[in-house]
């Protein structure tokens, strides 16, 4: 009769058990978290919860943590490295802007009306949120109407994003020849990485010809025919020309990690380059999980270290990393002109107390920090010396510059930043400068604490 002998210098109880299962997973914790390559501040976030919960932290680390997925990267490099093999890098040049930002959101909504019933072969539209209301379900019945008509249809919604949409919008313009898929999903063994990662790009392309990109989603919040209260203070671009064919790779590249679908199959669309169509200059930029680096960030960067005169920021939340953040002071107190236009109050409470700290330091650096107070402020510009402009989906926060997936482009053109200086100076005339009576709370002990903890929180936000 063979008789085990335990070989262990300790007795194999549930005691010991117990204790091993915690130190593993608080490993894990720890492993996954330096791997990341995150901040010290974020790292050290997560120590009380690795002492007094390591369990409960393995799960969410193992669902939501990470930063960067090497193996997406590689396949998103491949398709790029293919485009460029068909046709040759995209240039800058040649391109044609329009700014989309009127108060109600209508002209938005119906360039994108006019580009969907205007597309000849193809219409490839991305989005974070498509609300099952009035927009959403007008947008959907024109691309089941161009789909049924033989073009080619492909809608691709965030996971998270568009939560509450129904399914059968999607099933029915699937049912009239269209494509649909979500990305990302957050139910384990569906998704593909962290379900922290979310595609916040809004990109619609026509025909690789023609590009419609900002931060508004498809949804009444966000544009409609008739000005709304409700409606957050918004605005995209349209660019026709090779920028457009930058967007499409950038489309395509997401479509074939969502739907696993081969990247060879979308051969002749990598080798479209459009005709020139104007004479703006502009570079898009990719950034999230699926990139090496953090290019957006490091073009931020750039633009920030070689500012001569002038910085204006417009976002809806302001919680940079501590690098950037540091650049911007130094930026204000070399006597750069640093502008930050945020909205008095965002739809989201703790960004808006994490946000204060860092407000209050650029003000005393010598920034010009402005309040809008009508609407939600929603835009998200980046303005350096007057030269450069740069566009997208990404907000100024932890979360857009190191964990979504964001689109933006870099445009130099002197017709497209008169129309947005234009945008901002009339945000600026419904804003008020940063006062300390406008956070009198924050000098209270309560006031204090609640900002702390908010600015701790903020690279998880």
Same mark, same amino acid.
Request: glycine share 6%.
């Given at each position: ?8 210098? *300790? ?40 002492? /007094? ?10 669902? *939501? ?19 460029? =093999? ?10 044609? /802007? ?7 959101? =209508? ?14 072969? @193809? ?22 109407? @161009? ?6 249809? @492909? ?12 399914? =059968?919008?999607? @099933? ?64 995209? /671009? ?86 950037? /953040? ?72 932890? =979360? ?62």
């Amino acid at each position: 009769m063979l008789v085990w002998t335990n070989p262990l210098p *300790f007795a194999l109880d549930a005691e010991n058990l117990w204790l091993g299962l915690r130190l593993l997973a608080g490993l894990f914790v720890i492993i996954r978290v330096v791997r990341a390559r995150v901040t010290l501040s974020y790292a050290l976030l997560w120590v009380p919860a690795v002492l /007094f919960f390591p369990l409960i932290t393995a799960a969410v680390i193992f669902l *939501f943590g990470g930063r960067k997925h090497s193996a997406l990267a590689k396949a998103k490099q491949g398709i790029m490295a293919s485009a460029r =093999r068909l046709a040759g890098p995209v240039t800058p040049s040649g391109n044609a /802007f329009r700014m989309l930002g009127d108060r109600a959101g =209508r002209d938005t909504l119906e360039a994108l009306e006019a580009e969907i019933l205007a597309a000849r072969h @193809r219409i490839h539209i991305s989005t974070y949120i498509l609300s099952p209301d009035a927009v959403g379900r007008e947008i959907r019945s024109l691309l089941v109407r @161009r789909a049924r008509e033989g073009i080619e249809v @492909r809608l691709l919604v965030d996971a998270v994003g568009s939560w509450g949409t129904p399914m =059968r919008l999607g @099933r029915t313009l699937v049912k009239a020849g269209g494509q649909v898929a979500r990305f990302n999903p957050v139910l384990p063994m569906q998704g593909k990485g962290s379900a922290n990662w979310r595609n916040h790009r809004k990109i619609a392309v026509f025909d690789g010809q023609v590009a419609i990109i900002g931060g508004q989603n498809l949804g009444l919040a966000y544009m409609g025919r008739e000005p709304s209260n409700r409606r957050f203070r918004d605005c995209s /671009f349209r660019l026709a020309g090779p920028a457009a064919a930058a967007l499409e790779q950038v489309f395509i590249a997401d479509w074939c990690q969502a739907t696993d679908t081969d990247p060879a199959t979308f051969a002749d669309l990598l080798h479209n380059r459009p005709a020139p169509q104007g004479e703006a200059d502009v570079d898009v930029i990719a950034s999230g999980p699926d990139c090496v680096n953090d290019p957006l960030w490091e073009k931020y960067v750039a633009l920030i270290e070689n500012a001569r005169v002038s910085l204006t920021i417009v976002t809806p939340y302001f919680v940079p990393d501590k690098a950037l /953040f540091r650049l911007l002071v130094a930026a204000a107190a070399k006597g750069r002109r640093v502008r930050v236009l945020v909205p008095r109050r965002s739809d989201h409470r703790l960004l808006d107390f994490a946000r204060r700290w860092y407000l209050r330091q650029l003000k005393e650096a010598g920034a010009e920090i402005l309040f809008f107070k009508p609407d939600v402020l929603h835009a998200k510009l980046f303005i350096a010396d007057d030269e450069s402009l740069v566009i997208g989906s990404a907000n100024l926060d932890m =979360r857009s510059l190191f964990l979504n997936y964001e689109i933006a482009a870099v445009v130099r053109d002197p017709a497209a930043l008169t129309a947005v200086k234009s945008f901002v100076a009339s945000l600026e005339a419904e804003s008020t400068p940063y006062s300390e009576d406008l956070y009198r709370r924050s000098r209270t002990w309560r006031g204090r604490m609640i900002e702390a903890i908010s600015k701790t929180l903020a690279p998880l936000l």
